[in-house]
């Protein structure tokens, strides 16, 4: 009898032994497949940031489209990318959570409602902060408030132009790139860059683009890009590595007078952002939000 008690107490201590050892073994990956997480999430972190162009292109009397004008179709990216942002955050786990989203202008508008709102779209969501309420928050906020920028902005009826040379010169690396985040710039745009205080011209290199300077230099015609290939046309570079920072653009909008423009006006930007070294880009026409909210989702989610 106690031979069997002996036996049988054996048997249950290899057991337990058993147990706890793969308990350790069990405990320890999940412990390493924690860490790989939070180490590939950690690289995931997003940063994103809009530069709207608050120029004259916004205004619906001087630039009317009947399909849906282009203020409108501004927000409308707005809220595809913020939408993204969302569905980027309500998939991670909360104590990888660490991204930021953000709206700038240049020049900063001389209304201070504008900028109180941009202010207000400024999140930077962690796992001390966030809650279910906080995305929500997000999501309806730049679903309703960037549609109040546009219209302070053209009831203002005050467009100074867009200084995005300058954006580039002196802002962006302060305000649009961190280390260890995915860093991600959206440009709302026309294409065309001008500001009075920021008109400067090195040979065939500008810090301008305008259809009455494309006239001026004959740019509209076949032979446009030969002649810029060869006599370097472009914009002067605003930085020197920005391998950091991804760029998307979106709203180009040509002058259709010039079947040539909507091709050099992308030339113009992409051969800037080689220059720069931007990491990773897409320049888009202005097309209707249904056709575009894919194309926006895919480039901030799918990388």
């Known amino acids: ?14 057991i337990l032994t058993a147990c706890k050892e793969d308990s350790k073994e069990y405990s320890v990956d999940i412990e390493e497949r924690t860490d790989k997480t939070l180490k590939r999430n950690s690289n995931d972190n997003l940063n994103i940031s809009f530069l709207l162009d608050l120029s004259d292109r916004i205004s619906p009397d001087e630039h009317p489209n009947s399909a849906m004008e282009y203020y409108q179709r501004d927000v409308a990216y707005i809220k595809s990318v913020s939408e993204a942002f969302d569905i980027h955050l309500r998939g991670k786990k909360v ?9 700038y202008f240049d020049p900063e508008p001389s209304n201070q409602n504008i900028n109180t709102i941009s202010n207000n779209l400024k999140y930077n969501i962690n796992r001390k902060n966030v809650t279910l309420s906080v ?10 408030s960037p549609k109040a920028i546009y219209d302070l902005a053209i009831a203002d009826n005050k467009y100074v132009g867009s200084d995005t040379w300058r954006f580039f010169k002196s802002k962006v690396n302060d305000y649009c790139i961190e280390k260890n985040y995915r860093n991600i710039l959206v440009v709302l745009t026309d294409g065309y860059i001008y500001h009075k205080n920021t008109k400067i011209k090195e040979d065939n290199l500008t810090t301008y683009l305008t259809s009455s300077f494309i006239r001026e230099v004959k740019l509209n015609n076949k032979n446009w890009e ?5 006599q370097h046309f472009g914009f002067i570079p605003a930085a020197h590595d920005l391998s950091n920072l991804e ?19 992308k030339k113009y930007w992409s051969d800037w952002f080689d220059a720069m070294k931007v990491g990773r880009y897409q320049i888009k026409t202005s097309a209707l ?3 575009m909210d894919k194309i926006i989702k895919d480039f901030i989610l799918n990388n």
Do not use: C
């Open 1 to 14: 009898m106690m031979k069997q008690i002996n036996t049988t107490f054996l048997v249950l201590l290899v």
């Open 95 to 103: 104590r990888a959570m660490n991204d930021k989203i953000q709206l």
């Open 135 to 144: 995305l929500d928050e997000i999501k309806h906020n730049y679903a309703t």
């Open 226 to 230: 030969a002649k810029i290939n060869d």
């Open 247 to 265: 760029i998307l653009v979106l709203g180009i909008n040509p002058d259709n007078k010039n079947p040539y423009e909507e091709d050099l006006i």
């Open 289 to 291: 939000p249904s056709n």
